[in-house]
Nanobody, 114 residues
């Protein structure tokens, strides 16, 4: 499975960005897709996940501001980020979990200026 993330950039506080993660290769019907992030000097943390049945879960710090969604036909997962804060600055990674294995995409930098 290959994951290609895109959509990062520089935005002012209060602004919005949409991240995309295109999956290719052996995509299972049953999987969990997610977005994780690594703030500067910190460890990787969960942002949001979505199951193949559409169940979503969010970190408390982004709940109500971020929305994860998918387009199954295009094997793409999105992360819509609104009301961005400087503390959302991080490298964002796409991740897929299926059949007992975990796959990571390359990171995309999101920088929120105050």
């Amino acid at each position: 499975v290959q994951l290609q993330a895109s959509g990062g950039g520089l935005v002012q506080a209060g602004g919005s960005l949409r991240l995309s993660c295109a999956a290719s290769g052996s995509i299972y019907v049953e999987n969990v897709m997610g977005w994780y992030r690594q703030p500067p000097g910190k460890q990787v943390e969960l942002v949001a996940t979505i199951t193949s049945s559409g169940f979503t879960d969010y970190a408390g710090s982004v709940k109500g501001r971020f929305t994860i969604s998918d387009n199954i036909d295009e094997n793409t997962v999105y992360l819509d980020m609104n009301s961005l804060k400087p503390e959302d600055t991080a490298v964002y990674y796409c991740r897929a979990d299926q059949n007992g294995r975990t796959y990571w995409g390359q990171g995309t930098q999101v920088t929120v200026s105050s």
